[in-house]
C-alpha cells in the first residue's frame, strides 16, 4: 500500500491548485512494480493460451500445413489472439481472459 499512498494528486480549478487527493488502491503508471506485474500477467495468459491449445480447445492459425500454429502475439503493451469464429472458441477466449 505504501506504493499506492505515497503519491498525492491536486486538481487546477480556475487556474489554481484545489484540494490534495490521495489515491487508495490501484498502481499508478511509471510505477517501478507496474512493469513485473505486467510480464507476470503476460506469463501467465500465455500459459493459458498454450494450455487451451495442447487440449483443443483453442486452434490457432497457421502460415502453411508444416509450420507451428500461432494463438497469440505480445508485443509491448498490445496482445492479439487468433483463433477459429467460433461460439466454443469464443467462449474458450472468454474463460481464458
Known amino acids: 500500500m505504501c506504493l499506492v499512498s505515497s503519491?498525492?494528486?491536486?486538481?487546477l480549478?480556475?487556474?489554481a491548485p484545489r484540494d490534495f487527493m490521495r489515491p487508495?488502491?490501484?498502481i499508478r503508471q511509471g510505477d517501478?512494480?507496474?512493469t513485473y506485474l505486467f510480464l507476470l500477467c503476460a506469463e501467465g495468459l500465455t500459459c493459458l493460451l498454450r494450455d487451451a491449445e495442447e487440449r483443443k480447445a483453442?486452434?490457432?492459425i497457421r502460415i502453411s500445413r508444416q509450420s507451428s500454429s500461432i494463438s497469440h502475439?505480445?508485443?509491448a503493451d498490445d496482445t492479439m489472439i487468433f483463433?477459429?469464429?467460433?461460439?466454443v472458441e469464443a467462449g474458450e477466449i472468454?474463460?481464458?481472459l
Open 83 to 87: 483463433s477459429r469464429a467460433g461460439k
Open 13 to 15: 480549478i480556475n487556474g
Open 94 to 96: 472468454w474463460r481464458i
Open 58 to 60: 483453442l486452434v490457432g
Open 32 to 34: 517501478p512494480l507496474s
Open 73 to 75: 502475439i505480445l508485443f
Open 24 to 26: 487508495s488502491r490501484g
Open 7 to 11: 503519491i498525492s494528486y491536486s486538481f
